[in-house]
């Protein structure tokens, strides 16, 4: 059964600070509802330096990230974007925010 997917995940640095790599390399994701409201911070089991799995499978990040509708970072390749819209739903947004609020609040206000 697929899980509900509502939530917004933001890829962070350990600083708390926008990740400028790939989405699914990221050390940490933090989790807001779509109201904005923080619900977790989420350490990233295939961050960099901490796997040796390829991070542009979507497939692993969306298992770690189940219950997530939007995905927000700086950089993600295109064929991740087509695959994560086409095949999950997953909205991948980029932006050239550098904190998670600033990220959060653009989003939020695009909608």
């Known amino acids: 059964m697929t899980p509900q997917r509502s939530l917004i995940a933001i890829a962070v640095d350990d600083k708390d ?11 940490l994701f933090i989790l807001y509802s779509p109201a904005g409201e923080l619900t977790e911070k989420r350490p990233n089991p295939y961050g960099a330096g901490r796997s040796h799995k390829h991070h542009d499978d979507p497939k692993l990040i969306i298992d770690l990230l189940p219950e997530c509708a939007v995905f927000i970072g700086r950089r993600m390749g295109e064929e991740s974007k087509r695959k994560l819209a086409e095949k999950f739903g997953i909205d991948a947004v980029l932006t050239p925010q550098k904190t998670p609020e600033a990220a959060l609040h653009a989003y939020l206000n695009k909608k």
């Open 17 to 27: 600070t926008l990740w400028g790599g790939h989405f699914g390399m990221a050390p």
